[in-house]
């Protein structure tokens, strides 16, 4: 077979109608079961909560308002996977893009008009997350350093940053524009957050079912080499994968600032590792040439009603980095097991 063909069959396009079957078969399961265990898991944390508090309005608009970022974390983690890459510095991006982003708007806020601010700010946290994801392609696909490594470095870089910039402390005094025009304005129970990351969301998918750059990237994730010989632009879409995730984690460090009106310097580091969990759980796989942008919503969504459950029902918040380190250990796992699968058919 081909390794054209092998990129398609893994996506679930090949034209090799029992392979794709079973592999379309199998990525939908995916979904269709991490939709069952979600439903127990709301069941348990509704019966454990004070007076059902689990499924109020406003704790559900807590977890859409949630999802908004890490869903934009996910679909990063989930492409860079396809491709047999990984990004460990996304909480970092997120949290030195709120810095920046924040520090601008604040000079601004009191000379320009606070809608100019805010347009500023949410292109300078988007700009300063392709310039730290350009710098984290550049190594990886020019230097030759392994992703993990290369973005292990710019976790430890961008967080220091952050820190610096932020002189040690969280942001106060952002426009208050940012939460009443933007944060805080819903549709029904819908947050305008959560609404712009489905959106974002659903245009990276499409993009990559539809374009030669989602074909040439499950291609560069199934077999780098016989991908470059092919003539895949190998550094080029390498640079592109991880500037489209550190620009997500941008937009998330946006976003981030409209929901709490203030930076959080000292959180997010955990956030790369739920992303690459939920990626994982939905079927994503972490070798590359496969991707499920449907089960990794999923994944992620089931790593938000863990998140909140916990907080609900008043366990310690160490419970949350253990809950996430064994949907890691889970992930990787089936991750494992459906290759064996794979390979055994």
Do not use: C
Request: a positive charge.
């Amino acid at each position: 077979m081909s390794t054209a063909t092998q990129i398609s069959t893994a996506d679930g396009t090949s034209t090799d109608g029992a392979l794709t079957h079973r592999l379309r078969r199998g990525l939908a399961n995916r979904a269709v079961q991490i939709i069952l265990v979600e439903i127990v898991v709301i069941a348990v944390f509704q019966a454990l909560s004070p007076d059902g508090a689990f499924l109020s309005e406003a704790n559900i608009r807590g977890m859409l308002l949630t999802a908004s970022q890490v869903l934009l974390l996910t679909a990063g983690q989930a492409v860079l996977m396809s491709a047999g890459h990984i990004d460990v510095s996304q909480g970092a991006v997120l949290i030195v893009s709120s810095v920046v982003s924040g520090k601008v708007m604040i000079a601004m806020s009191t000379g320009a008009g606070a809608g100019t601010a805010l347009l500023v700010g949410l292109l300078v946290a988007v700009v300063t997350g392709a310039v730290l994801g350009a710098v984290n392609g550049v190594m990886t696909g020019l230097v030759g350093i392994s992703s993990l490594v290369a973005t292990l470095g710019m976790l430890s870089v961008a967080t220091g940053v952050a820190q610096v910039t932020a002189g040690g402390v969280n942001l106060t005094g952002l426009p208050t524009e940012l939460a009443t025009g933007f944060g805080n304005v819903r549709f029904g129970v819908l947050p305008l957050p959560t609404l712009v990351g489905l959106v974002v969301l659903a245009v990276i998918w499409i993009l990559f079912r539809t374009t030669d750059w989602g074909t040439h990237v499950l291609a560069m994730g199934s077999d780098v080499v016989a991908a470059r010989r092919a003539g895949i632009k190998t550094l080029r879409k390498t640079v592109s994968m991880f500037v489209l995730s550190s620009v997500l984690a941008g937009l998330a460090g946006y976003i981030d600032l409209a929901r709490y009106s203030t930076t959080n310097i000292s959180g997010h580091l955990n956030d790369s590792m739920a992303a690459i969990a939920a990626a994982l759980i939905g079927g994503t796989a972490l070798t590359g040439g496969r991707i499920n942008f449907l089960g990794a919503v999923f994944g992620a969504l089931l790593a938000i009603i863990l998140q909140s459950g916990l907080v609900i029902i008043d366990l310690s918040p160490f419970y949350q980095t253990i809950a996430v380190g064994v949907m890691l250990l889970i992930a990787v796992s089936l991750d494992r097991g459906n290759r064996a699968r794979l390979g055994a058919d």
